[in-house]
């Protein structure tokens, strides 16, 4: 009974310091917000980002404190699974694969030809042989192309695998003492796999067109961790809701068509400045993901230079997770049932 209050008492000592720090970074996240001012930027621009952040900044503290305890669910049961995780990870990508002659050599296939395709389409045909950056420096189309489609690729590739996870391990959801909630991680995991081996072709493709490596060029493991979460955080929100509505990976896939376009992917974001528009397209998280990957590789500026999106991902991607928590742990009681 003593250990029991102990442990009781150790937990709520824990919960208030968690809550704490978590307070504490809101406000000073709060005052750097307040006081960061880009001489550069429009006002009614930066005051806009600012009532942005803080809406969500203050959602996000509310939802913490709110569902604390379900939050915290989710995050254990990830770290006591991490060797389980890893190995079914390595096994699901084996799997893809398995029986094929080239083996694990197809998953890199589709993502090389399709920037062959794109590069052919728009460099040959339509002569579009560069793109002009903001420093007026003309970058090789096809590493522009190349540096936004990889970061889509593992985007795209990861939320389809993610959202159907459940599904194709259905034999697993109705094992009692299996751990679910690491069937979305794996797929996602099992996708990263064909990121890097992309990530590496463009790291070559830049190298061929003259540009040297960087020390920028470390900023890819930071972007490629930060869509790794936002993603994960999506996902669990759909993969539970796939399986009492299927007709979610049909709309997804739709999603995903829409929203390459509407990604500064194949164009650049800068042929928007002064339109209303270009607020919504930086929005869009991937966008930040995409702006990252090129400032990583030929624009060399440092994350934090762009602090408002930043701060506004970040956020963003938090409130992200943690919905997607709850409703993963709100919807998982029915799914061997479902299922």
């Known amino acids: ?62 939802l913490i404190f709110g569902t604390y305890d379900k939050l915290l669910v989710l995050p254990k049961e990830l770290w006591l699974s991490r ?87 259905n034999y697993l959801v109705k094992k009692v003492v299996f751990k679910i909630s690491v069937l979305p991680i794996i797929k996602i995991i099992a996708a990263l796999f064909t990121h890097l081996f992309f990530t590496g072709v463009l790291l070559v493709i830049t190298m061929a067109a003259g540009y040297q490596p960087s020390i920028y060029w470390i900023q890819l493991i930071y972007y490629t961790f930060a869509e790794f979460i936002f993603v994960l955080g999506v996902c669990y929100a759909t993969c539970a809701i796939t399986v009492y509505f299927r007709d979610l990976q049909q709309i997804i896939s739709i999603l995903l068509q829409v929203g390459m376009w509407a990604t500064p992917i194949l164009w650049d974001i800068t042929r928007l400045d002064g339109r209303r528009v270009m607020i919504l ?32 991902f970040w956020i963003l991607t938090v409130l992200v997770f943690c919905i997607g928590s709850l409703i993963f742990k709100k919807l998982k009681v029915g799914f061997a049932d479902v299922l």
């Open 83 to 169: 060797r389980l995780i890893w190995r079914l990870a390595k096994n699901d990508f084996r799997k893809r694969y398995a029986g094929s002659f080239f083996g694990a050599v197809w998953a890199m296939v589709p993502p090389v030809v399709t920037v062959i395709m794109y590069w052919i389409v728009f460099d040959k045909i339509f002569g579009q042989h560069t793109m002009a950056l903001a420093s007026g420096e003309e970058l090789p189309y096809v590493v522009f192309l190349t540096a936004g489609l990889v970061p889509w690729f593992f985007f795209s590739d990861a939320l389809n695998s993610g959202t159907c996870s459940l599904l194709e391990y």
């Open 281 to 312: 397209v930086k929005m869009n998280p991937m966008t930040y993901i995409v702006n990252g990957y090129r400032n990583a590789i030929f624009e060399h500026q440092w994350f934090w230079f762009h602090f408002y999106s930043s701060t506004y």
């Open 1 to 62: 009974m003593n250990k029991k209050v102990q442990l009781s008492d150790r937990q709520r000592r824990q919960k208030s310091i968690i809550l704490g720090i978590v307070l504490a970074a809101a406000c000073v996240i709060g005052i750097v917000i307040w006081m960061h001012n880009n001489p550069l930027d429009d006002p009614g621009t930066v005051r806009l980002k600012k009532i942005c952040g803080y809406l969500l900044l203050v959602t996000g503290v509310l």
